[in-house]
């Protein structure tokens, strides 16, 4: 049986489904979850009140007891967050660029999900509790599968834009530059990640154009969500907060290369990354802010560096990457470590 890839299925349901995610290399696996219609969503414009988030998060992952279909492993249906800094503003950015993010938290139920596994669907999660929605999921995999067997998958990753804008020109970008090496050397900062908006004007499908993203730079922690309102596209390779019940880790990546085609000079590059003493302390750095941000809710003792500063293989770049591992305290849950693991802006 060919089945549909999950670009193929999420570009299918994109176009008639007013909510759907598509969560790309869950738990590190090559494996995709794809899911449709939340039965629920809340959302909150900060995060004043975080014991009243975690409840709420709580609530919507709740397993449906015994009932729940593929649960033996990985992600099989429950609650989906996006968390973004309320009023995002970099402190060398000027007020002009202020951009305000509402809601800074989208809580979403998706009990039943589709998975790929292996090069296979299934549908897994509460699909005794909601048979319609599994059957919908179950329809939009059939129809892509018959479409296969008749080799008639259209492909429409057409490039359809028409503008492109930066919104900051070289010149203000230059003076962000050297407002921030002043406040470095000042001692107001020690890292600065000086992003900017890009101002993009097309009708290309969003799916579509995160399967070319996905496709040009694999990464085992990309994702997809599309509402009404808005969608996001992530394709990050670097994990800020991993959990599983009360352990917690991190996998910070701070040191860049690009790879090579000629092998010789991938490899000198790759070299280069190992042997720089500036990328290296750089790296240091940055494990030791995420050591010191887990210790406010971690147990005495239990932060273990389990790598540290290793360089990492990707399609297009190499990275120095390191992996810290704790046990939350009694009294903290997941997203009390993403709080203290957060960079207030």
């Given at each position: 049986?060919?089945?549909?890839?999950?670009?193929?299925?999420?570009?299918?349901?994109?176009?008639?489904?007013?909510?759907?995610?598509?969560?790309?290399?869950?738990?590190?696996?090559?494996?995709?979850?794809?899911?449709?219609?939340?039965?629920?969503?809340?959302?909150?414009?900060?995060?004043?009140?975080?014991?009243?988030?975690?409840?709420?998060?709580?609530?919507?992952?709740?397993?449906?007891?015994?009932?729940?279909?593929?649960?033996?492993?990985?992600?099989?249906?429950?609650?989906?967050?996006?968390?973004?800094?309320?009023?995002?503003?970099?402190?060398?950015?000027?007020?002009?660029?202020?951009?305000?993010?509402?809601?800074?938290?989208?809580?979403?139920?998706?009990?039943?999900?589709?998975?790929?596994?292996?090069?296979?669907?299934?549908?897994?999660?509460?699909?005794?509790?909601?048979?319609?929605?599994?059957?919908?999921?179950?329809?939009?995999?059939?129809?892509?599968?018959?479409?296969?067997?008749?080799?008639?998958?259209?492909?429409?990753?057409?490039?359809?834009?028409?503008?492109?804008?930066?919104?900051?020109?070289?010149?203000?970008?230059?003076?962000?530059?050297?407002?921030?090496?002043?406040?470095?050397?000042?001692?107001?900062?020690?890292?600065?990640?000086?992003?900017?908006?890009?101002?993009?004007?097309?009708?290309?499908?969003?799916?579509?154009?995160?399967?070319?993203?996905?496709?040009?730079?694999p990464s085992p922690w990309g994702a997809f969500y599309s509402t009404p309102d808005f969608a996001?596209?992530?394709?990050?390779?670097?994990?800020?907060?991993?959990?599983?019940?009360?352990?917690?880790?991190?996998?910070?990546?701070?040191?860049?290369?690009?790879?090579?085609?000629?092998?010789?000079?991938?490899?000198?590059?790759?070299?280069?990354?190992?042997?720089?003493?500036?990328?290296?302390?750089?790296?240091?750095?940055?494990?030791?802010?995420?050591?010191?941000?887990?210790?406010?809710?971690?147990?005495?003792?239990?932060?273990?560096?389990?790598?540290?500063?290793?360089?990492?293989?990707?399609?297009?770049?190499?990275?120095?990457?390191?992996?810290?591992?704790?046990?939350?305290?009694?009294?903290?849950?997941?997203?009390?470590?993403?709080?203290?693991?957060?960079?207030?802006?």
């Open positions: 049986m060919l089945e549909p890839t999950p670009y193929e299925l999420l570009a299918e349901v994109f176009v008639v489904e007013d909510y759907c995610v598509l969560i790309d290399g869950w738990a590190g696996e090559k494996a995709w979850v794809l899911g449709i219609n939340p039965t629920e969503i809340r959302e909150f414009n900060g995060y004043d009140d975080v014991q009243s988030i975690a409840h709420n998060l709580k609530e919507l992952a709740m397993t449906y007891g015994d009932d729940m279909v593929g649960r033996e492993r990985g992600f099989w249906g429950g609650a989906v967050a996006l968390l973004a800094y309320p009023d995002v503003k970099c402190k060398t950015m000027s007020q002009k660029h202020k951009i305000s993010i509402k809601p800074a938290i989208h809580l979403a139920q998706y009990p039943v999900v589709a998975r790929f596994v292996k090069g296979k669907w299934d549908i897994v999660g509460a699909t005794k509790n909601f048979p319609v929605l599994t059957q919908k999921l179950e329809h939009y995999i059939n129809k892509l599968r018959k479409q296969k067997k008749m080799k008639s998958l259209g492909n429409a990753e057409k490039e359809s834009f028409t503008r492109t804008k930066l919104l900051v020109q070289a010149e203000e970008y230059q003076a962000w530059v050297q407002n921030a090496i002043a406040k470095i050397k000042a001692g107001e900062l020690w890292q600065v990640n000086l992003a900017h908006p890009i101002y993009v004007q097309g009708n290309e499908n969003l799916a579509n154009l995160y399967k070319r993203v996905a496709t040009h730079s996001v596209l992530s394709n990050s390779p670097e994990i800020l907060l991993g959990s599983e019940g009360s352990k917690i880790w991190t996998k910070p990546i701070a040191g860049t290369r690009p790879r090579h085609t000629d092998s010789v000079q991938d490899k000198l590059l790759k070299q280069s990354l190992e042997k720089s003493y500036k990328d290296r302390a750089e790296h240091l750095m940055t494990v030791d802010l995420l050591r010191n941000d887990m210790g406010k809710i971690s147990q005495a003792g239990s932060i273990e560096l389990k790598l540290l500063a290793a360089v990492e293989e990707y399609q297009n770049v190499f990275h120095i990457v390191s992996v810290l591992r704790a046990e939350l305290t009694k009294d903290k849950t997941q997203l009390d470590a993403l709080n203290a693991v957060l960079i207030v802006c």
